[in-house]
Each structure stands twice: as C-alpha cells, then as structure tokens.
C-alpha cells in the first residue's frame, strides 16, 4: 500500500510524493517559549515525533526541524513582570521543554531555530515583499497587503469577503495599528519599538518582527524555498500557516509546502483547557501522576486530526493498554533465559505482520490500527509467557517465541514505546506516582516467602504473594528456586 496523507492544502487524503525521491523535509511550528509546556504542546510533539519515526522505519531519510518562538508579546509581558529580559525568560523555558520532551520520550529533531536568531533573515524577507510591492512601511510599522496576493485563503477555506475585521484575531476594535494600515486585514511584518521593549535595528527602525515572517524566515533558512511536510496544531491553521504561505510564496513564487498537516486539539473532562477554568495541567504535572509511556499511549489511540479528551478514566484505560504491552515487552527479559536466548537473542522480526502494520499506518497515520497489531503480539506472548510460567513450556518453539518478541520490540520502537528496566534487573512498571513498597521491602518479603515455601507453609507463602500481589508487585517464580518481581 502506498503512504496516503490528508493534506490541509487540497483538503482530502492523497498519495504521498517527496520531493526528492526518498528524502523528506520536515517543519513543525514549535513552542512560544513563555511558560511550561501543557498538554497541547505534548500532543503536538509527540505526534509529529512518532511520524517522523514511522517514515525513518519506512526508509525515508528525514530533516525534521522545529523552531523556538523566543520574540513574542507573551514572552515581553512575562519578562516585564518578572523584571528580567525576554532572553532570561526564553531560555528558562527552552530548557524545561528539553525536560519534559525527555520524559516524555520525545525525541530530538534535527535543529530547533530560534527567531532571535535569525534576524537577519527575517528582514531580508521583508525588504524582498516590499520590493515586489508586497508589503509597505508604515509609522516604523512593515506590513503585508493581503489583498495582494490572490490565493490568500487557500489553505484554511477562508475567503476576504466573507470575513469580518477581528474574526480571526488579528484586527480588534481597539487595535492600535488600525490607522496605520491601508487594509483591516493587512498584518505586521515588523513592529516598531515600544518605550521599554526589548528592540533590535533595522533599516525601518528600532522594532522586532512580526510572528508570521518568524516562521517563513526559519523554515527558508533551515529547509529551502519549498518542503515537503508542514505540520503544526489544528489552531494554527488561521492566520498563522495562511500568512506563512502568503508571505513565502509571494517572495519565492514557489509553494512553500506540498503538504500541510495538523493535528486535532486537546480538551480536559470534555472542556476545552484554559487557566480560568482550572483545568489548565502542564506536561511535568501529568507526568508525576503518570507513566509517560501510559501518556504516550494514550495520545496514540486517538487519530491524530481527532480532539483528544483527557480524563482519568481514558488514561486509566491507558494503563491497562500499556500493562498488557509491557508485558510482551518484557518477554525477553523474564523468559529469556528459560528458553535460552542469552547466547542467541533474537533478531528476526516477521515481514508479514511488518508489512501488516504498514498497510494499516500508511492511511493517514493511523497508529491506532497499528496498535491493534502490537497489542496482538503482546496477548499472544502473555499467553505463551503464562505456560512457560505454570507448565514451563510452551506452545510454540523457542524460534516463533523470538520471532514475535523482535517484531513486537521493533514495532513499539516506532511508537517510542519502552518499558523502564531497573538496573538491579527488577522492572518497574506504570502508572500513578510510586507510593508502594521499596525495593528492599519486595526483596525481604520474597525471601520470607522462599523460606515459607521451603519448611512447605504454603499458606504463608500465598499470604505474602496475595500481599505484594496487593501492591502491584508480581512474582514470577524460574526454575531453580528463583524468583523475579516487577511492579504492575
């Protein structure tokens, strides 16, 4: 099956083409740097990682850059309450993203451009527009004529006449600039200095620039004129993509994405999140109450056009998921050894339901189809895993047994999904944060219960099971009297 995506653009599904053959460009509109990450943001990355994964596994070289918004409005409010500089606040916060995104299991892309960094660009890009009549200077003020560039509208559907001054959020009632522009829609390239902002020179005056050319500036500077894939949260499809596609195609005459994708929006107990209503919950809050692999997870089961709800009872249900995968994961390590992999680990995956998943993945994404698939693997290793427990064989050969396990492994890469192993070799497991019994008091329980079975207490023995069992501790006992524990 071919690689179908629903592109923005065209707005239907349809084959997936790079322009170059087996290389992919990459640009995901990233993090206004002003505050910690919320769960918004963890959706966004954590989807657009797993994509970028899932086209390396299908042998796509690609550059996946994401950028740092580290000029805004939000930052300057933030610095001036603090009393610091934009820069203190910024990098601040860059630095509890990288944090986050690592627990998160997020992986690092290619090259995060900040705007600060690439001024220079930025304002070539503009002098560019208001060279080919574009964009026009006004009061220190630069903006873009959006009447001039005929497709404006393209991507989000939108049409100018059909819209009303401030529908989108660029033009308020009380909106300063008004008298400056020549067109209510018309929005800034670059802003002209406030008493006791944060400025940087340039040919139209003390100012800093506009959001919108932020963008179109870094994804040129880092990917070239055109890319293959740009992607971002559904909320940015108007204005900020339809003014990115404005500027850079009125300056390179080329399109500036062949396809745009966005994802859908996160909601909290069915509301849509916001401070004010006390549902607001940031990425390094969630993930002290959670397993980021339970969060993972339970990101992946939703398509990723789709709104997401968060609530307890979807991420317990999570839980279970990731329990039942983990198990299967773990295959390895707790049955290893009985089957006599440690000489010969597995390597080969099975290319049918390889080729499963992909035929399943290349509509659109759809991970959750290709969950599906691994959560067959992981029951079916549960099942054999509870004969070699109960009976000490199983029903298939040790072969099949690491066939599947490799696949299963292999597969879950592509999701980012791994179970966390101790370096004692106990496996610590998933959930809500950790409240039970220490490592020590596992290990001199399981010793009583190895010396109650041995004087054959039985009854003793069930006891401290059924007791770590209540804690989330399970045993599994291996031949020659050892026993191996990890947390469910």
């Excluded at 992986?107 to 995060?112: N, P």
């Excluded at 003020?141 to 989108?168: I, N, Q």
Aim: net charge negative; proline share 4%; glycine share 10%.
């Amino acid at each position: 099956m071919t690689l179908t995506v629903f592109n923005s653009l065209t707005d239907r599904q349809e084959p997936f083409t790079p322009i170059e053959p087996g290389k992919i460009r990459m640009y995901c509109c990233g993090i206004t740097v002003y505050d910690y990450c919320h769960i918004g943001h963890g959706r966004t990355c954590l989807v657009w990682d797993v994509v970028r994964r899932y086209l390396r596994w299908r042998g796509y070289e690609v550059q996946y850059v994401q950028n740092f918004t580290d000029i805004d409005d939000k930052i300057l409010k933030r610095a001036q309450s603090e009393g610091v500089s934009m820069e203190e606040i910024s990098e601040r916060f860059i630095q509890a993203y990288f944090e986050d995104m690592e627990r998160l299991g997020v992986a690092k892309a290619d090259a995060y451009p900040r705007a600060t960094h690439t001024l220079d660009g930025m304002q070539r890009l503009v002098s560019e527009l208001e060279s080919k009549g574009y964009a026009y200077p006004a009061g220190g003020d630069v903006y873009y004529s959006v009447r001039k560039f005929p497709e404006y509208g393209k991507l989000s559907g939108r049409k100018l006449e059909d819209l009303k001054a401030g529908a989108s959020g660029r033009v308020e009632e009380t909106d300063p600039d008004t008298d400056k522009k020549r067109d209510p829609f018309d929005f800034a390239l670059w802003k002209a200095a406030k008493p006791g902002e944060t400025s940087y020179p340039s040919r139209w005056g003390e100012g800093r620039p506009g959001w919108h050319i932020e963008c179109s500036a870094m994804v040129k500077e880092e990917l070239g004129e055109t890319i293959d894939i740009h992607v971002g949260g559904g909320d940015l499809m108007f204005p900020h993509h339809e003014n990115e596609i404005a500027q850079s195609e009125a300056a390179t005459g080329k399109p500036l994405a062949r396809y745009w994708l966005h994802n859908g929006m996160v909601k909290v107990g069915g509301e849509k999140m916001a401070k004010s209503l006390g549902n607001f919950i940031t990425i390094r809050d969630l993930l002290e109450q959670r397993d980021p692999m339970i969060v993972r997870l339970f990101i992946l089961q939703t398509h990723y056009r789709k709104p997401v709800d968060f609530t307890e009872e979807g991420l317990d249900g999570a839980r279970n998921g990731w329990n039942t995968l983990k198990e299967g994961l773990l295959f390895q390590e707790n049955y290893g050894k009985q089957l006599g992999w440690e000489d010969n680990p597995p390597k080969q995956s099975d290319e049918q339901i390889k080729q499963r998943f992909a035929d399943v993945v290349d509509d659109d994404f759809n991970f959750a189809g290709g969950l599906a698939i691994l959560f067959e693997l992981a029951k079916e290793l549960r099942k054999e895993g509870n004969l070699l427990l109960h009976q000490g064989r199983a029903e298939a050969s040790s072969e099949e047994l690491a066939v599947k396990w490799h696949t299963l492994a292999e597969l879950a890469d592509v999701f980012g999904l791994k179970p966390e192993v101790k370096e004692t070799g106990n496996l610590q497991g998933d959930g809500k944060a950790d409240t039970s019994l220490s490592d020590e008091q596992v290990q001199a329980l399981i010793e009583q219960r190895v010396a109650a079975r041995k004087e054959k207490n039985f009854a003793e023995a069930d006891r401290i099971r059924d007791e770590l069992q209540a804690q989330g501790i399970k045993l599994i006992d291996q031949p020659g009297g050892n026993t191996r524990w990890y947390r469910e």
